[in-house]
């Protein structure tokens, strides 16, 4: 039998060929880390569905900040947890709400260390869902759009480098975008969940953040998950209102979606390491039948090579060190 010239075996045969000639890099700067802030002082409380992530407090966060910065990771995105919740929603957008307090700590701790905000109604509101209801519990989009728009606004008004409203409401970038820009803030990037699934894959951060339903689902404003044209349509539309970044979310059920994106539109693309596929990995290895290490570098390596630019991820720190030991 005779062989072709070409043999890819040739390109395996030692780790110094293999770095030379791979495609796909992961860096830990590819990386973003989620924070969950709470109020209080002296509290790393970690969420039992997640182990290995804590709730903060805000005197916690000077030293969380030096961790990440070690460890080359380059931006946080802040969720909230408040004080007490109404039905407007209204410590999301309140001067001394848990995330603009957040953002200033963060920012006079170090001035220069990236903070994105994620902007949503859900963790503050009474009821768990994303934005105003009407006398059939349903939400209200364009009265809600006002809610995501102040509070997006005092999130740069604190301090935060970046807004990421994660709401699915329609029109929602657009409403934000003009907020910001008549206050001044045209230099604050929105980062748009612009294909947001309705996933069961959030279980454990509805625990993270307390902000599951109090009745319900989120099916009417979340995508359905057999969607993929809808996604489109839903990433061309933030662009066209204004998004400066787009985001798929989950990523790991959803690595179609994120080349499609990155394919059709070739914008700034983040993926969505949700709570769910974090939650999977640790107890599997936890009861040792993965390699947690390997699983969750080839699954961010993934991530990437399927367009992602920036992964949003809970193993952001773990997965920073273990680049740092390679």
């Keep these: 039998m005779e062989f072709p010239a070409y043999r890819p075996r040739r390109l395996r045969r030692t780790g110094t060929l293999r770095s030379m000639v791979r495609e796909t890099t992961l860096d830990a700067r590819d990386l973003i880390y989620p924070l969950f802030v709470k109020p209080g002082s002296g509290l790393r409380d970690e969420v039992t569905s997640m182990p290995g992530v804590f709730q903060l407090t805000i005197d916690q966060l000077p030293a969380e900040i030096d961790e990440l910065k070690t460890l080359g990771i380059p931006a946080v995105i802040l969720f909230g947890l408040p004080e007490s919740k109404d039905e407007a929603g209204s410590g999301a957008y309140a001067e001394d709400g848990i995330v603009q307090q957040a953002i200033r700590a963060i920012k006079a701790h170090d001035p220069d260390y990236y903070v994105i905000t994620d902007v949503c109604m859900c963790e ?14 349903c ?28 709401d699915m409401m329609d029109g929602r970038v657009a409403a934000i975008r003009t907020a910001l820009d008549a206050e001044g803030y045209t230099e604050v990037p929105i980062m748009s969940y612009a294909a947001k699934y309705s996933s069961a894959y959030y279980g454990p951060f509805r625990d993270a953040a307390d902000s599951a339903p109090a009745f319900g689902d989120r099916r009417a404003y979340q995508m359905d998950p057999a969607n993929t044209e809808e996604a489109m349509r839903e990433v061309a539309l933030d662009i066209a209102e204004g998004a400066d970044l787009v985001m798929v979310k989950p990523a790991l059920a959803y690595m179609d979606i994120i080349r499609r994106v990155k394919d059709d539109f070739g914008y700034p693309t983040a993926a969505y390491n949700v709570s769910g596929e974090y939650a999977m990995v640790k107890a599997a290895a936890e009861r040792g039948w993965i390699d947690e290490r390997r699983v969750v570098l080839e699954t961010l390596v993934a991530m990437r090579r399927a367009g992602a630019d920036l992964v949003i991820t809970y193993h952001a720190k773990d997965a920073a060190r273990w680049l740092q030991e390679n």
């Design 139 to 166: 939400v209200m989009n364009d009265v809600t759009l006002e809610m995501l728009a102040q509070t997006a606004l005092s999130h740069a008004e604190a301090g935060a480098d970046m807004v990421a409203p994660s």
């Design 124 to 137: 503050y509101t009474s009821h768990g869902h994303c934005g105003a209801l009407d006398e059939h519990g």
